[in-house]
């Protein structure tokens, strides 16, 4: 079946600028989670959804990020008033068990590489 | 709060062996994931290890010492194909990917 999907792949956009960043996660799959990754580093966590539910955001970096996901399939990552310093792979990953199962094998989209300028 | 430790960079032979170590500390900890991440594409589900011990998957073996906060990932018969970062990924309270460990294969 289909993977994770991303889109747009790429975005540039101007400081200053909203963003919206698209994730569809493998169809039926109870975990959504979005991260950010910096060239030659591992994924940083951002936020995480169970379901509709967001459980965890505690990785988002500060209140211009936000993320939903209203009917526990599609999300949105939006980054609003960009700045330079948010330019940045995204990376959304989903997964068919809950994150407290801890066997929460993940899998990744492509990614979105944002570049703001 | 998380530490992770991977070597940076290594690199190997092919049709050699490599041993890629993986040492943290977490808050709480129920198992540790290894990805596999080739330059430019997502990272990929290489394997997980809950109990102490090696878990073997045809080329590739994962150790965890639970008491020591340690886990190696062991690649046998090296290709050219295995070149690529390895992410380490212990699940504590939250999950969190180590810096990866750049692995480059020689012919």
């Known amino acids: 079946g289909a993977g994770v999907s991303q889109s747009p792949r790429y975005k540039v956009t101007k400081r200053g600028q909203d963003v919206a960043l698209r994730c569809d996660p493998i169809s039926g799959h109870v975990s959504l989670y979005w991260y950010r990754q910096a060239l030659g580093q591992g994924p940083e966590f951002l936020t995480y959804?169970?379901?509709?539910?967001?459980?965890?955001k505690s990785g988002l970096p500060n209140d211009r990020f936000s993320a939903e996901r209203p009917e526990g399939s599609i999300s949105t990552l939006t980054i609003q008033r960009t700045e330079q310093r948010d330019s940045a792979m995204y990376r959304c990953?989903?997964?068919?068990?809950?994150?407290?199962?801890?066997?929460?094998?993940?899998?990744f989209g492509p990614g979105t590489r944002l570049t703001v300028l | 709060g998380q530490n992770i430790d991977q070597p940076t960079e290594m690199t190997a032979t092919e049709g050699a062996i490599v041993q890629i170590n993986c040492t943290y500390q977490t808050s709480g900890f129920n198992g540790l994931f290894w990805y596999q991440q080739h330059a430019g594409e997502a990272p990929t589900f290489l394997s997980y290890n809950v109990l102490d011990g090696l878990e073997e998957k045809g080329r590739f073996s994962s150790f965890l010492s639970r008491s020591k906060g340690y886990s190696y990932l062991l690649l046998k018969e090296l290709q050219m194909k295995d070149s690529a970062s390895y992410l380490c990924a212990p699940y504590g309270q939250n999950f969190v990917f180590g810096p990866g460990t750049r692995l480059s294969v020689l012919p």
């Open positions: 959804f169970n379901y509709e539910a967001q459980q965890d």
């Open positions: 990953a989903s997964s068919s068990q809950s994150r407290d199962s801890y066997t929460d094998t993940q899998y």
